[in-house]
């Protein structure tokens, strides 16, 4: 679990870094969105899937894909109000954030 957790800051470290561009105490602001991440997906995920059925079944799941990445730029703003910093980062770059996390994180679970 403490693995998996660690594999989580590090993909966020990665989108930080060279998606956003986000330089300079990188490490608690990823473990602080690891935290926000996993209360969110423990609580508010599950209510809005079951919510947003009809959507997800006409769309053929892919509105999932929107749903999680609403959800990660979410957690990022309860980071950027926990930790008092502000980043400007469109829905655009929080897709793409979503989608590279979701990638790195993969790769390495799939590695260790």
Known sequence: MLTRFLIH???LLFVF???WG???GNLWLAVVMALILAV???IIRPVLLILTLPVT???LG???IV???LLFGLSFLVLQGIMNVHF???FGLILIGYLIYVIVSTVLTHVF
Do not use: E, K, Q, S
Request: net charge positive; no cysteine.
């Open 9 to 11: 800051i590090v993909a």
């Open 17 to 19: 870094y060279v998606v």
């Open 22 to 24: 986000i330089r300079g």
């Open 40 to 42: 969110v997906n423990t």
């Open 57 to 59: 079944i006409l769309t």
């Open 62 to 64: 892919l509105f999932v």
């Open 67 to 69: 749903l999680n990445a």
């Open 88 to 90: 400007a980062v469109g």
